[in-house]
């Protein structure tokens, strides 16, 4: 079992910054990747942006390109999501993820990972 705690959400203006934290614990040795996806009021949680455990390659999706950065720390099994220029459209709970397997074509969805965290709200005021 792996356990994921997400922290560093909070209300912050458009335009500023935020970072957010994912603290893996348990049975980590395996995972082979992480990630953030985000939930919006109304809508259905998306994919954000995911590391490879092993190599640091990273994915992202288009709403975030330029602006949100995830990168992962092995030694403290924890992945971060540096946030910039944020925008009201990026309030959302956001999620992270873990997987210890591949899935194909399941990069961006959920189906794609195992292990979830209950979520920090980010709120982006204009």
Known sequence: QVQLVESGG?????????????????????????????????????FVRRVKWSTSSTYYADSVKGRFTISRDNAENTVYLQMNSLKPEDTAVYYCAATFIYRSGS????????????????????
């Open 10 to 46: 909070g209300l912050v203006q458009a335009g500023g910054s935020l970072r957010l934290s994912c603290a893996a614990s348990g049975h980590t040795s395996g995972i082979y990747a992480m990630a953030w996806f985000r939930q919006a009021p109304g809508k259905e949680r998306e």
């Open 107 to 126: 990069t961006t969805k959920e189906e794609g990972y195992d292990y979830w965290g209950q979520g920090t709200q980010v709120t982006v005021s204009s």
